[in-house]
């Protein structure tokens, strides 16, 4: 079974730059997750999908990060403008569940962004 | 109070060591726990759930109660391999994870 596809694995950019992050979850996953992880932390949820429509996204910033998954496969995370404090690794995760069990918990490598 | 609170690391052992995590939880209703390794500048992997019974793989075995609101990890006969960072995990309406414990097993 192919696993969640991450990319690009690194990315540095100047702080006020924008850059997007793409996942493509596990054939059949409902349901996508975005967190952040910043060095010595567990991960943050950022945002939660249900196929296409959104389920959770009280912790992101809203303000400069955006997050879509128009087809309900594939999802991209963009942030616009990057700020020093947006250096992380950007997990994606994908999972699906049945009568309100979660399985296949599965995360991608992650995406490892520096702002400088 | 966070979410999702484990014991702070790091945690340096000798090989053969027993080594035990404590994690708590806010959340009473909270239903479903894991716990997770993560090897440095890797994705977080299962390492395995945790069941009301209790729960045993080899070398380990996961502990919940929930009275006291609190999973345990216990690591037996500690291998160098075993040397990662372990994140404790809730799941309500989505995982909750903790900050992580930091293992590192010596020769």
């Known amino acids: 079974e192919a696993g969640v596809a991450q990319s690009p694995r690194y990315k540095i950019i100047e702080k006020r730059q924008s850059v997007a992050f793409w996942c493509n979850p596990i054939?059949?996953?409902?349901?996508l997750y975005w967190y952040q992880q910043i060095l010595g932390q567990g991960p943050k949820l950022l945002i939660q999908?249900?196929?296409?429509?959104?389920?959770?996204d009280s912790q992101l910033p809203k303000d400069r990060f955006s997050a879509e998954r128009l087809k309900g496969v594939d999802s991209t995370l963009k942030i616009q403008p990057a700020k020093l404090e947006d250096s992380a690794v950007y997990l994606c995760?994908?999972?699906?569940?049945?009568?309100?069990?979660?399985?296949?918990?599965?995360f991608g490598s992650g995406t490892r962004l520096t702002v400088v | 109070r966070k979410e999702v609170e484990q014991d702070p690391g790091p945690f340096n052992v000798p090989e053969g060591a027993t080594v035990a995590f404590n994690c708590t939880y806010s959340?009473?209703?909270?239903?479903?726990f894991f716990w997770y390794r993560q090897d440095c500048r890797k994705e977080p992997k299962l390492l395995m759930s945790?069941?009301?019974s209790g729960n045993e793989d080899g070398r380990f075995t996961a502990q919940l109660n929930r009275a006291s609101q609190y999973i345990s990890l216990l690591i037996r006969d500690s291998k160098l391999s075993d040397s990662a960072t372990y994140l404790c995990?809730?799941?309500?309406?989505?995982?909750?994870f903790g900050a992580g414990t930091r293992l590192t097993v010596k020769p």
């Open positions: 054939s059949g996953h409902a349901t």
């Open positions: 999908f249900q196929n296409n429509g959104v389920v959770d």
């Open positions: 995760a994908s999972s699906w569940s049945t009568g309100g069990t979660l399985y296949g918990y599965t």
């Open positions: 945790v069941y009301s």
């Open positions: 995990v809730v799941n309500d309406d989505d995982m909750r």
């Open positions: 959340n009473s209703a909270s239903q479903s």
